[in-house]
């Protein structure tokens, strides 16, 4: 079994950081892709931020140039760097690790969700 355990969240005032973590059971090289979603209460899951198993990341409009992921390979981690958070930035923040299949969908894994409050 694969588990992702993450920790980090909590509650900040408008301005302010937080970094999350996401914690994998195995090497995360066995992974494509790593990335973090993140659902707002009546809100649909949406994708936040991706790294790729060559480094190359992606991230949300509303988010870019705020938030970084990054990993640490040695520690099977995948982090997520707030910044300058806003009210919106309210939600609960899931990781997921995506392994790709050449014959069938992509597998996911996800973790158990850190909440992220953001007061203004």
């Known amino acids: 079994q694969v588990r992702l355990v993450e920790s980090g969240g909590g509650w900040v005032q408008a301005g302010g950081s937080l970094r999350l973590s996401c914690a994998a059971s195995?090497?995360?090289?066995?992974?494509?892709?790593m990335g973090w979603y993140r659902q707002a209460p009546g809100k649909q899951r949406v994708l936040v931020a991706v790294i790729r198993r060559s480094g190359s990341t992606n991230y949300a409009d509303s988010v870019k140039d705020r938030f970084t992921i990054s990993r640490d390979n040695a520690k099977n981690t995948v982090y997520l760097q707030l910044n300058r958070l806003k009210s919106e930035d309210t939600a609960v923040y899931y990781c997921n690790f995506r392994s790709d299949s050449d014959y069938g969908p992509p597998y996911d894994y996800w973790g158990q969700g850190t909440q992220v409050t953001v007061s203004s």
């Open positions: 195995r090497s995360i090289f066995s992974f494509n892709a």
